[in-house]
């Protein structure tokens, strides 16, 4: 669970998964896993993570967002009310390579707090 802010909460998202993607880079899959709600319907461990990495990335590791200088293009939609989809494309080999995570965020009721579930990890296929 994450905390949000009414007036920007894709800016929270972003920092969110960055900060995943940088547990990643350490191979520290526990502390990234714990960061997501437990009762997700999508379940993931270690091993279905790295599968999904490295399919989508072409076997190619994650690597620090640090001192990448581009920008990654975070794609925030408002699914309904208190949800949101973000689509963060992955730091792959020091770059913002095709693959892509989807995260959900699902506010929680009265709060500006949200639960995080990991939707999907894919690439563009254009």
Partial sequence: MICGTSYSPAKAFTVFAKDFFEYLARG??????????ASALQRWDKATL????SSATGGALITS???LTQSAKPSVEEVSSGEYTLKHRLPIEGKWG???????FRRKPGTEYF???LVSIDRDRG
Avoid: P
Avoid at 28 to 37: F, R, V
Avoid at 98 to 104: E, K, L, N, P, Q
């Fill in 115 to 117: 639960h995080v579930e």
């Fill in 98 to 104: 095709s693959a892509y995570a989807v995260f959900r």
């Fill in 28 to 37: 520290e899959y526990g502390s990234a896993l714990g960061k997501l709600d």
């Fill in 65 to 67: 967002t640090n001192g």
């Fill in 50 to 53: 790295q599968r999904a990495i």
